[in-house]
């Protein structure tokens, strides 16, 4: 039975070899041609990430950067009739109320704007609008993973810190929320080409020096001081810039952006008893200053007077980044630091004389100051180093 059975086995065994052989080939083929296409299209799928990603610093990095600066619409020409004071209506931000419920006063650049005008500092027409930041310009900075990141309304409403507008449509998040941040982006980046033709430029808003390009929290969605300074990198032949960062809480995201980088020195005065308590990035500040809550007007600015002396014998800017936060205000709940509105005055007025005095281009931003008398001390201050003809802001008002 055994022998009967062999060659039939044998028989059809061998009748089996060819289709089977042709089998085994057209298999393996089948396999080698779908690893390497899944192997083409996983390349294909992190040139494209790479491509849209700005966190590494490759050499094709630089030059994807470089191609989206260059093909940005931030900078425009600004006619001489214009004074160097960036705001636009979009940058407030109304939401059904719900903007109440954050102790940030959301109209507060609006109201800066107001009193200038009234106080006739500057004429309404001659103040210039900005445009606001695409998704183009953000990623010059940002990644794609964070930009989608902001498509839900719950990290929104983590990052602005403002829990209701988790449960808003995005779309109404975007309108609402993000638009008005855009567009203060928008200001911020083309303060510097406006400060580098002018010698200075205010912009009534931006300074979310807690945002870097991967992440955001603090009120701040847009690393707009980061884009700043590569739109200034890249356009405007300016190799060297220090921030100057008063703002009374520690700057963690342009800290974490120009981490190493040898082109930005941080001068930073903050609280440390307070957020964000980021040491990471801590270790990126090149002149840390300390002001521990509850510090005087008088205390703060022999402070920023020394720290200035200091700055000036360590780096020779081309351009700096003022960030003139009025949250050291004496009374604010976040800052917990005791400084008068005359001593905001005063400050400004220091970092103005220091910038001015040496020719150095300088942009300012208002950031954060969370009380409702924030938007009437910032006007002050603006007031000031216009009579004190630190800026000229197109009207004679020295003498009054
Ligand atoms: C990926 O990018 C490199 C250079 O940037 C290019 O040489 C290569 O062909 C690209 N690969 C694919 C699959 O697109
Ligand atoms: C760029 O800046 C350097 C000084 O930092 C200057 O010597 C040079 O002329 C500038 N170039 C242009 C094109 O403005
Ligand atoms: C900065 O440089 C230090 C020392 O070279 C290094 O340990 C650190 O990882 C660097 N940080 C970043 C963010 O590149
Ligand atoms: C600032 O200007 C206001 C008037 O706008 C004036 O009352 C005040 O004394 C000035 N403050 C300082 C510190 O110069
Ligand atoms: C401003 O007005 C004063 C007199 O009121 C005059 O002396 C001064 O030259 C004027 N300054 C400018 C820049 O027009
Ligand atoms: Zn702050």
Redesign the pocket.
């Given at each position: 039975m055994k022998n009967s059975v062999v060659p039939i086995w044998t028989e059809s065994t061998r009748n089996l070899i060819k289709p089977v052989v042709v089998l085994v080939i057209t298999f393996a083929a089948t396999v080698k041609l779908s690893q390497a296409l899944y192997r083409?299209s996983r390349?294909?799928a992190r040139?494209r990430s790479e491509t849209m990603s700005s966190a590494s610093s490759s050499g094709?990095e630089a030059d994807v950067r470089r191609s989206r600066v260059r093909s940005s619409k931030l900078y425009f020409d600004i006619p001489n009739s214009k004074v160097p004071l960036i705001y636009s209506s979009a940058y407030d931000i109304s939401f059904l109320g719900i903007e109440k419920l954050h102790p940030f006063d959301s109209a507060k650049w609006g109201r800066i704007c107001g009193f200038l005008l009234v106080d006739n500092v500057v004429d309404k027409n001659c103040i210039v609008e900005p445009r606001e930041a695409s998704k183009n310009d953000l990623l010059v900075v940002h990644s794609e993973e964070y930009l989608n990141s902001l498509k839900k309304s719950a990290n929104v409403a983590m990052i602005i810190e403002v829990p209701p507008v988790a449960i808003f449509p995005n779309c109404l998040v975007q309108q609402k929320v993000l638009y008005p941040f855009v567009n203060q982006v928008g200001g911020t980046v083309l303060a510097a080409k406006l400060a580098k033709e002018r010698g200075w430029a205010i912009n009534i808003g931006g300074g979310f020096h807690h945002c870097s390009g991967e992440k955001g929290g603090g009120f701040c969605v847009y690393a707009d001081i980061s884009l700043c300074i590569h739109f200034a990198f890249e356009l405007l032949n300016i190799s060297r810039v220090m921030i100057i960062d008063l703002d009374a809480h520690q700057g963690n995201g342009h800290e974490t952006d120009f981490a190493n980088d040898s082109r930005v020195y941080i001068l930073d005065m903050y609280n440390p008893g307070i957020y964000p308590f980021d040491y990471e990035a801590s270790r990126y500040i090149d002149q840390k200053v300390a002001v521990a809550s509850g510090t005087t007007t008088n205390e703060y600015l022999r402070k920023l007077d020394e720290a200035l002396e200091v700055a000036v014998r360590s780096f020779d800017p081309e351009l700096i980044v003022y960030n003139a936060g009025t949250d050291i205000l004496d009374g604010d709940p976040l800052g917990q630091l005791k400084v008068s509105p005359d001593g905001i005055t005063n400050r400004d007025e220091k970092v103005f004389r220091f910038a001015r005095n040496r020719n150095i281009p300088i942009v300012m931003l208002t950031s954060g100051g969370y009380m409702k008398s924030s938007a009437r001390v910032i006007a002050d201050s603006i007031t000031n180093l216009s009579k004190k003809s630190l800026i000229d802001t197109g009207k004679n008002i020295t003498n009054r």
């Open positions: 083409y390349r294909r040139n094709n």
